[in-house]
């Protein structure tokens, strides 16, 4: 019996010391910065506008916007993200986060409960005390166990009685009957399993605001995605590169990215982002210009070029006909051309990037036999590519955010559906959907519309937390199955049924029986972990 609270003890306090351990997290004080300098004072001292300091390998105090100095920092305990993240002035940075190379100046904007890691400490005290529908079931169960262990007991009493086997023997029999049906492990059975699946969700930065949606998410068949900052990235990026007339893919992006590097466009950015990324450092420029209407230009490498969209080259009868360019225009790209002189030397085709993890959590979700589908307000050429590159099975282009919703409603008269959106643009679909999910929440925490909130922009962790909650179901079940099993044997023969056949416990051999479903129900919870 001791063995068996043991184990179950250590279940619960794994599942507090999730909370213990973001508590400590949070340090206790801070460099604030003054006129003078800069003065140590304890953290719940500090007020939105001050201005602290972050030294190398410290923990950032409270949440906050980056205003001087560079860094990377590590989120892995908050967020789940294991690569450092880079931080520049403008980023914001969370409370708890440890400061990686750089020392930076951190303006504070939440403190106390406000801050990210309070609101995670608040959800996860919720989710672990809330009860679930499951559960109740249990506790049914186990009031009815007890009223079967009372009236049984004095039924095999009177039974054994009344055949004349004595007073002594009645009571060793009625009382091995219930020792054998005490309910410990059936009451243990789903408990076990919610706190420890409650503590894996928070570890893997997902947070569950609603219990029973969260079982819910077994039963799902559809899961609805928004599109731009869900499945993409949300910015402008680089998809496709075209070279003409003996020119390399890299050389084209260097040389576009050089002159774009001197413009604020949005395109422009992307374009040198873009090229950043491919490792391509930007040359010289001399004499840029921007065309208003039309594009830039300037001479590298003594080299006059210019970056300029389609309506520049119908102007000047420049030949753009290549096949591939029109398929890229199809697909709903914005394509700009690299000129040199009037001699056309490559094409860029942008896009709203698409996350390179969205691809496989697609993947996972269809090898869980869930559809997957897509809503967004971008014009269907940009939805059907989008879905093509991701293989996805439906999709629903140029709704508007108040139509979202009814589209939800569509769905769901054919699936079970959960809507995985920003939780702010669309949360009337989360809410609508039978299961919420506000992915990328950032610091953003406490979305209200959302039943579970993904800390990460990871598409994949929406397949996690489908996974999760089957694999959790399971165990519920597996629990409850082999604490109700366990007595519809153990009873009858507590009672002496098979008496005739030499088969007798004592109530001591009750007792470790008993003892032993409760072992088993807590070890099988604690697997979950595996």
Known sequence: MLLGHWVEMRSVLG?????????RVMPSEAHLLRDAGTDDVPVDRLEPGD???VRPGEKVPVDGTVIEGATSVNEAMLTGESRPVEKRPGD??????VNGEGSIVVEVRRTGAETYLAQVIDLVRK???SRSRTQDLADRAAFLLVVIALSVGAVTFAGWFALGEGTGFA?????????ITCPHALG?????VIAVSTALAAKSGFLIRDRSAFERAKDLTAVVFDKTGTLTEGRFGVTDVLAFGGATDDNVVGTTASVEAHSGHPIARGIVRSAEERGIAPLPVEGFRAIPGVGVEGTVGGRSVRVVGPGYLAERGIDAGDGRIRALQRQGKTVVFLLEGDRLTGALALADIIRPESGEAIRRLKEMGVRCMM???DNRDVAAWVAGELGLDEFFAGVLPHEKAEKIREVQRRYRVAMVGDGINDAPALVEADLGV???AGTDVAVESADIVLVRSDPRDAAAVIDLAKKTYRKMFENLLWATGYNAVAIPLAAGVLIGAGILLTPAAGAVLMSASTVIVAINARLLRI
């Open 375 to 377: 809503l967004t307000g």
């Open 188 to 192: 243990l059975a789903v408990p076990l």
């Open 171 to 179: 009571v060793e029999r009625a009382a091995t009957v219930m020792v």
């Open 15 to 23: 599942a507090s010391r999730a909370l213990e351990e973001l508590v």
């Open 127 to 129: 989710a672990q005390e």
């Open 438 to 440: 506000a992915i990328g």
């Open 51 to 53: 201005r602290v300091l």
């Open 92 to 97: 914001e940075v969370i409370g708890g986060a």
